[in-house]
T-cell receptor, first 113, second 112 residues
């Protein structure tokens, strides 16, 4: 079974630029998550989708971050404009509807300079 | 709010030593508890889980028991190997469909 796919793996941008990350979850998984993992910390939930609806985006900085899940499958996370403190690994995960176990992609490492 | 606290690292052990990584939680309900592992250069992987009190999760020689009375889910392994070197994350989820709430992670280095 194919895992969660993310791209790109690495991205370096200057502050105030914009950036987008892409995630393709495991086939059939209804729930998709985006987490932010700052160096030395545990992952922090940014947004959770169930199918193509948002379940929880309470920790998403909505002035600069946005996310969508097209047709309940792929998802994109965008940052515009980026700040230095956005440097982190952005993790995408997915899970079946009735299961708490989440399967993670390898992440996108963002460096903002 | 709901949260997980795990011991600070890094933890350095010799091969074949006994490992304990402490994890305690605070939750308003009855969460499911997890240990995830992140090997160098790889994504997070589920190591083990327990969904109710007194359940024991186990995998690859690692074990953790869900202790409701002490709100703990300590990770143990009787004899670590160099290949166990990784970062270990304790996490909780309140219920199906709820996101994971992670601790800060504990880095483990096992030396030959």
């Amino acid at each position: 079974e194919a895992g969660v796919a993310q791209s790109p793996r690495y991205k370096i941008i200057e502050k105030r630029q914009s950036v987008a990350f892409w995630c393709n979850p495991i086939s059939g998984h209804a729930t998709l998550y985006w987490y932010q993992q700052i160096l030395g910390q545990g992952p922090k939930l940014l947004i959770q989708f169930q199918n193509n609806g948002v379940v929880d985006d309470s920790q998403l900085p909505k002035d600069r971050f946005s996310a969508e899940r097209l047709k309940g499958v792929d998802s994109t996370l965008k940052i515009q404009p980026a700040k230095l403190e956005d440097s982190a690994v952005y993790l995408c995960a997915s899970s079946p509807l009735s299961n708490t176990e989440a399967f993670f992609g390898q992440g996108t490492r963002l460096t903002v300079v | 709010g709901d949260s997980v606290t795990q011991m600070e690292g890094p933890v350095t052990l010799s091969e074949e030593a006994f490992l304990t990584i402490n994890c305690t939680y605070t939750a308003t309900g009855y969460p499911s508890l997890f240990w995830y592992v992140q090997y160098p250069g790889e994504g997070l992987q589920l190591l083990l889980k327990a969904t109710k009190a007194d359940d024991k999760g186990s995998n690859k020689g690692f074990e953790a028991t869900y202790r409701k009375e002490t709100t703990s889910f300590h990770l143990e392994k009787g004899s670590v190997q160099v290949s166990d070197s990784a970062v270990y994350f304790c996490a909780l989820s309140l219920n199906s469909g709820y996101a994971l709430n992670f601790g800060k992670g504990t880095s483990l280095l096992v030396t030959p």
